[in-house]
Antibody, heavy 121, light 107 residues
Framework: EVQLQQSGPELVKPGASVKMSCKAS????????MKWVKQSHGKSLEWIGD????????FYNQKFKGKATLTVDKSSSTAYMQLNSLTSEDSAVYYC??????????????WGQGTTLTVSS | DIQMTQSPASLSVSVGETVTITCRAS??????LAWYQQKQGKSPQLLVYAATNLADGVPSRFSGSGSGTQYSLKINSLQSEDFGSYYCQHFWGTPYTFGGGTKLEIK
């Protein structure tokens, strides 16, 4: 069974950084890209970026370049996202999602449960 | 960036009814489109990929259609478990933007 287990809620101060995790199980980690998606409270969704766990190649939404850094640890089948210089605008739920390749595009077919980030002093 | 305009923003319907949600892209996305369902407090779930293909385990009352810039998600004979929010997302070049969402509520 495919599972993506994300790390727990985070409460951090403005200006700080946070690193959240997404541990994959039930499939070959390096066979699928991992996407990260942001959902601000009560709002729609934003694609942050993709990472290829096989070689670490990353593809970012220009809006999140400099804000988010995607990495993986193949030995533990875990994807990470670090967010820096946090402001209240970064308070949101962040999802990781495994992406399967269909018809030339990678669609997120399994999602983690989300990590809630609250940025507050 | 490609803009995805989703309508309606909200819909109040009864069990058993049929609903259609639409998504219009600001340019041709060549059927590189997904639909998701999201229940309150839960993560999104993939319903449809490549505009017309149902994801594994999705009931056949769901169907996706469209081409070019216009796409639709149709739900036949709405069930109680279908209530929630629905989003479209394109995959024709980055950034992969989402529609604003449709909240489906029980009448």
């Amino acid at each position: 069974e495919v599972q993506l287990q994300q790390s727990g809620p985070e409460l951090v101060k403005p200006g700080a950084s946070v690193k959240m995790s997404c541990k994959a199980s039930g499939y070959t980690f390096t066979d699928y890209y991992m996407k990260w998606v942001k959902q601000s409270h009560g709002k729609s969704l934003e694609w942050i970026g993709d990472i290829n766990p096989n070689n670490g190649d990353t593809f970012y939404n220009q809006k999140f370049k400099g804000k988010a850094t995607l990495t993986v640890d193949k030995s533990s089948s875990t994807a990470y996202m670090q967010l820096n210089s946090l402001t209240s605008e970064d308070s949101a739920v962040y999802y990781c999602a495994r992406s399967a390749l269909y018809y030339g595009s990678s669609y997120p077919d399994y999602w983690g449960q989300g990590t809630t980030l609250t940025v507050s002093s | 960036d490609i803009q995805m305009t989703q309508s309606p923003a909200s819909l109040s319907v009864s069990v058993g009814e049929t609903v259609t949600i639409t998504c219009r892209a600001s340019e041709n996305i060549y059927s590189n489109l997904a639909w998701y369902q999201q229940k309150q407090g839960k993560s999104p779930q993939l319903l449809v990929y490549a505009a017309t293909n149902l994801a594994d385990g999705v009931p056949s009352r769901f169907s996706g259609s469209g081409s070019g810039t216009q796409y639709s998600l149709k739900i036949n004979s709405l069930q109680s478990e279908d209530f929630g929010s629905y989003y479209c997302q394109h995959f024709w070049g980055t950034p992969y933007t989402f529609g604003g969402g449709t909240k489906l509520e029980i009448k």
